[in-house]
């Protein structure tokens, strides 16, 4: 199975993809240039330079003689990052995930933080299995039982991070994340539990942003930030209707959302977390409140 360890391919193909932007720039050629003289085409390149795939070692050598890039430590590197770049976890799933929400999961995996802001329902980080059996089959209606059952291990198997003491996570939720009843009382009354435990972790903090606020700053929806030890810059995944992300390694980016993730944070509820979830989860009723009948 895979593990959080293998997460570090994600920073080396970030780490990869830094230094040949650098050795191209260095030698003065373009992206056209060099996509001729390799015989590829210019989407080839211009995915390598984004990230977005990884790169053969053959294909880097020739790369790199092209550049004329001839210190053979910096070779070595290079190529040593191209090798590890390939080794990204979560591909036993390439079959029934998108290869945008494996990229996801890999630098997930790879973060020092974590900072995500949820509006409608937690984030897979933070869910149990009945709630993500309930929420993947509502928002997968056409996929077999088998693979909802897949994609509920990969989710399972991605909070094996949560464990990591070298890692912080924050996360912000709106107060309907904690009121909706995904799954039935049952369901939500262990999640809240069980959110309450990971809650009281000292690397993990969950703050809660109240229905007084009224609304905010982030009301246009969720969005995750990472941040890495490495020599990278910030990822930010900003998540749409259709259930897909907007990727973005742009500096300006990270910053303008770390601004408002620590503008929520100004807002929210941080003190005696784990105490108000389970008095929630005491408080839920078998019947929710219906504002059809409501008075």
């Not at 020092?112 to 709630?131: A, C, D």
Request: proline share 4%.
């Amino acid at each position: 199975m895979t593990t959080a360890t293998a997460g570090s391919a994600a920073v080396q193909r970030l780490r990869l993809r830094t230094e040949l932007r650098e050795a191209r720039s260095d030698a003065g050629l373009t992206q056209r240039q060099v996509a001729d003289q390799m015989e590829w085409s210019p989407s080839k390149l211009l995915r390598i330079e984004a990230g977005e795939v990884g790169i053969s070692v053959n294909d880097l050598r020739s790369l790199l003689t092209f550049y004329q890039v001839q210190e053979t430590e910096r070779v070595e590197r290079l190529l040593a990052l191209a090798r590890g770049s390939r080794k990204m976890p979560f591909t036993e799933y390439r079959d029934i995930f998108h290869k945008d929400f494996l990229d996801f999961l890999a630098m997930e995996a790879s973060a020092w933080i974590n900072r995500t802001f949820q509006s409608l329902v937690l984030p897979g980080l933070l869910q149990t299995e009945e709630y993500a059996t309930t929420i993947i089959r509502t928002f997968s209606p056409d996929e077999s039982t088998e693979q909802v059952k897949r994609m509920v291990e990969a989710r399972m198997l991605r909070q094996d991070i949560l464990e990591r003491a070298d890692a912080e996570f924050y996360f912000i939720l709106d107060e309907s994340v904690i009121r909706r009843q995904v799954g039935g009382v049952k369901t939500m009354r262990a999640q809240l539990r069980t959110l309450a435990e990971i809650a009281a972790r000292p690397h993990v903090q969950v703050m809660i942003l109240p229905f007084s606020l009224g609304v905010h700053t982030a009301a246009a929806g969720p969005f995750t930030l990472f941040e890495f030890k490495e020599d990278v810059p910030a990822c930010l995944y900003l998540e749409n209707p259709r259930g897909s992300s907007t990727v973005s390694t742009q500096p300006e980016d990270a910053a303008n959302f770390i601004d408002l993730f620590q503008d929520l944070e100004s807002k929210v509820i941080k003190d005696d977390v784990p105490e108000i979830l389970l008095r929630v989860a005491d408080g839920l009723n078998t019947t929710p409140a219906d504002l059809r009948t409501a008075s």
